[in-house]
């Protein structure tokens, strides 16, 4: 949250922002152009097995990673 507001304060909106949705825009139209020859793009949603209920909830870093893979269908 800091870095976020750090970035987009004045001064620094043309080096993140602009930059930032440039490489958006430019994922998007790799998806459009995946999605004219497939109907669907199936791929895992973890990097590591299920681990038992409660056992991520001790370790931030963990957590952060185990949705690692789920970032890709979030820009598209």
């Known amino acids: 949250i800091m870095l976020g507001t750090y970035a987009l304060s ?6 993140y922002y602009l ?19 497939v109907d ?3 791929s895992p949603v973890a990097p590591t097995p299920a681990v038992p209920v409660g056992q ?13 893979y789920t970032i890709s269908a979030n820009l598209a």
């Open 19 to 37: 930059r930032a949705q440039k490489v958006r825009r430019l994922i998007a139209q790799d998806y459009s152009r995946a999605f004219e020859s």
């Open 40 to 42: 669907v793009i199936v």
């Open 10 to 15: 004045a001064g620094y909106y043309d080096a």
């Open 56 to 68: 991520l909830a001790n370790d931030p870093l963990q957590m952060y990673l185990a949705d690692t």
